[in-house]
């Protein structure tokens, strides 16, 4: 299995960026898929999540309204689109996916990845 995250960079405070994570070494078809992510000195949080096969997405409070997750299911390629950048969204992001997936949808808490991507650094200064 790889998760392989790009899209990350350099931003401006109130600016945008757009990560993709191309997943590819599996046929698996029901899985919780979302996105993870570590500032310095902290641990990681999860900020974002959904079913490959479709469901209300699920956001920590620290994101909600912010950023917004997306899948293609067909094309195995997710994408997490963050908006309102603010300097403490400075962080490396993961992809990361949980299979088989221990509920039938996805939610912050209950999410328990064992797959993740190597992540890609996101940076907003202020």
């Known amino acids: 299995v790889q998760l392989v995250e790009s899209g990350g960079g350099l931003v401006q405070a109130g600016g945008s960026l757009r990560l993709s994570c191309a997943a590819s070494?599996?046929?698996?078809?029901?899985?919780?898929i979302g996105w993870f992510r570590q500032s310095p000195g902290k641990e990681r949080e999860g900020i974002a999540c959904?079913?490959?096969?479709?469901?209300?997405?699920d956001y920590t409070d620290a994101v909600e309204g912010r950023f917004f997750i997306s899948y293609d299911n067909a094309k195995k390629q997710a994408y997490l689109q963050m908006n309102s950048l603010k300097p403490e969204d400075t962080a490396v992001y993961f992809c990361?996916?949980?299979?088989?997936?221990?509920?039938?949808?996805?939610?912050?808490?209950?999410?328990?990845?064992?797959?993740w991507g190597h992540g890609t650094q996101v940076t907003v200064s202020s």
């Open positions: 990361v996916v949980e299979e088989p997936p221990r509920f039938r949808t996805c939610t912050i808490p209950n999410l328990d990845p064992n797959y």
């Open positions: 959904m079913m490959s096969r479709g469901s209300a997405p």
């Open positions: 070494g599996f046929t698996w078809d029901d899985y919780a």
